[in-house]
């Protein structure tokens, strides 16, 4: 067409190789981009029809294959067009997980604030490690880790650093404690006294998480290291059933540590803690509280209760991408004393933190971590704090803890669902009933794992399952779980959720288990 200009195609400054994300023209390029981004997966979050994409996993592996045709590492770039594309397939495809019908793991819906500010932690890509990598990064953390402290009651001399989740956590409080166990030893060698235990133990209870087994393989204790105590009817180790074990152990064993978990992955009990620590305290042993699920509650007045006796802990696991829906990763590990936190990991490395540097002030947290690069965490989690207020993401357990109160009600009224246990945090752990009461355990187990199955692949409810410990010949050891840590989800959704199951289950029952 005759006068007609060609237009001329906007330059792509995706397309060029130094777009820098945090120089003055890069920032506000980056926010542009995460607009257009954020763009493409509103439209496509307003196309979907649940929290998962309703395919089986071979069909979504397809859909993955069919974005990359030239595999994730081309030669040559596609720029902006290319990186809008994916981000279309991955908001059309991933978890969602502030439908309210996604209820399966302890992964919370991250918030907007924690999520946006995660933005400028990326982009300014600072670390805090050393103070140079990151003087404010380094600030925060250390503010927000002894903020955390006194929310547990730990005095003055308290400290903390952030980790990449509850496992790691875990892991370095385990360490501690070995490396304290160690020490103490030497000393009593080189006082010249033998005949002294050298096999070191730890207990916990048997529905502690995995973790703490896996730390003890690393740690080269071994997981046959780890005594699991049996827990009673409410699901938490007593004081009376550590002491048994303790008293069981061989004349060599050295009890290192004693686990006590506030809030257990399934059901959120939380062992009695300070009855633990006086046991653990009596044996010589640290207390390490795994409070990865439960230590949410240090946010709200009224779940607050639940973690009485905390203070008495060691060292102290907190998830906050669990329980302040904070994008992961945000756990944090204290320690009750300053010390024991460098016991371990206190190194100094001559081009990182010199000794001199440090007398100056020119100090990073290096010497608190088993990581050396470390992203500034702590950024979106102060923010999430001063925008919401303690209260404010305390409320949204509060909230969370009433919809499982609620769910158990209505599990306990429906005559093909039955409730396993109360509800202590957010958990729900439940059953399906299949027809007539089913004696058979083998068939219900297959029915309860069918039936979730079933879910996943349509895709419109998402939720958990588990064995549970103190399954029996009647009902089988399959169970599911709603895990709520949707602070918008509604009654009806709850209702929706176990509708699903009992639609679910009969369908099982009469197509796939005739
Ligand atoms: C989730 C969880 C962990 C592991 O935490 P990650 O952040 O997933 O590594 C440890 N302990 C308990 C009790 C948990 O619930």
């Known amino acids: ?27 506000v390029e980056v926010g542009r981009l995460v607009g257009e981004l954020t763009s493409e997966a509103a439209k496509a979050l307003r196309r979907r029809s649940g929290p998962l994409p309703p395919l089986t996993p071979l ?30 397939t991955y908001a059309s495809h991933t978890v969602d997980l502030a439908d309210p019908r996604a209820a399966a793991h302890l992964q919370p819906p991250a918030l907007g604030v924690a999520t946006a500010t995660d933005v400028l932690a990326s982009a300014f890509n600072a670390s805090v490690d050393t103070w140079d990598s990151g003087p404010v990064a380094v600030e925060l953390e250390s503010r927000l880790v002894r903020a955390l402290t006194a929310l547990a009651g730990y005095g003055p001399g308290a400290d903390g650093v952030l980790t990449p989740g509850g496992t790691a956590s875990n892991l370095q409080a385990l360490l501690i404690a070995r490396d304290t166990a160690l020490r103490a030893q030497r000393d009593v060698r080189s006082a010249g006294l033998t005949g002294m235990a050298t096999q070191p133990v730890l207990y916990c209870s048997e529905l502690a998480h995995f973790s703490v087994a896996r730390a003890c393989s690393v740690l080269g204790l071994g997981e046959e290291a780890v005594r699991p105590v049996p827990a009673d009817a409410h699901r938490r180790m007593t004081a009376e059933a550590l002491e048994k074990a303790l008293e069981a152990r061989a ?21 009695p803690l300070p009855e633990l620590a006086a046991t653990a305290h009596r044996h010589g042993a640290r207390l390490h509280v795994d409070a990865a699920y439960g230590g949410g509650a240090l946010f709200s007045d009224r779940l607050r209760p ?26 944090v590990l204290l320690v009750r004393d300053r010390a024991d936190l460098t016991t371990s990991t206190g190194l100094r490395v001559a081009y990182l933190n010199p000794d001199d540097d440090g007398a100056a002030g020119y100090d990073g947290l290096l010497g ?23 209260r404010g993401v305390g409320r949204m357990l509060e909230t969370c803890h009433d919809l499982a109160l609620f769910a158990a009600e209505r599990i306990t009224a429906h005559p093909r669902l039955e409730l396993v246990a109360d509800p202590v945090l957010t958990t729900v752990v439940f059953r399906y009933v299949p027809a007539g009461g089913s004696p058979d355990p083998e068939r219900a187990d297959a029915v309860n794992g069918a039936l979730r199955r079933r879910l996943l692949l349509q895709g419109r409810a998402l939720i958990g399952r588990t064995d549970d410990l103190a399954g029996d010949e ?27 199951v009992e639609v679910a289950g009969r369908a099982v029952e009469t197509e796939e288990l005739p």
Do not use: C
Not at 75 to 82: I, L, P
Not at 370 to 380: F, G, I, Y
Not at 479 to 494: G, M, S, V
């Open 59 to 88: 069909e979504l592996a397809h859909v993955v294959d069919a974005q990359l045709p030239e595999g994730p590492l081309p030669a040559d770039g596609g720029g902006r067009e290319a990186v809008l594309a994916l981000a279309r």
């Open 474 to 500: 009647a009902t089988g050891r399959v169970r599911l779980k709603l895990t709520l840590l949707n602070p918008r989800a509604t009654r009806d959704d709850i209702q929706e959720l176990l509708t699903a």
């Open 368 to 390: 608190h971590s088993l990581a050396t690069t470390r992203r500034a965490d702590a950024l979106k989690v102060v923010a999430t704090f001063l925008a919401l207020g303690r």
């Open 306 to 331: 639940l973690l009485d006796g905390i203070e008495h802990a060691d060292s102290l696991t907190i998830d906050l991408h669990k329980t302040a829906w904070q994008p992961a990763a945000a756990s």
């Open 1 to 27: 067409m005759s006068g007609h200009v060609p237009t001329v195609p906007a330059p792509d400054p995706l397309r060029e190789p130094d777009l820098l994300a945090a120089d003055p023209e890069g920032i």
């Open 251 to 271: 004349g060599n064993e050295l009890p290192i540590a004693v686990v006590a978990t506030a809030g257990t992955t399934d059901y959120g009990s939380v062992d």
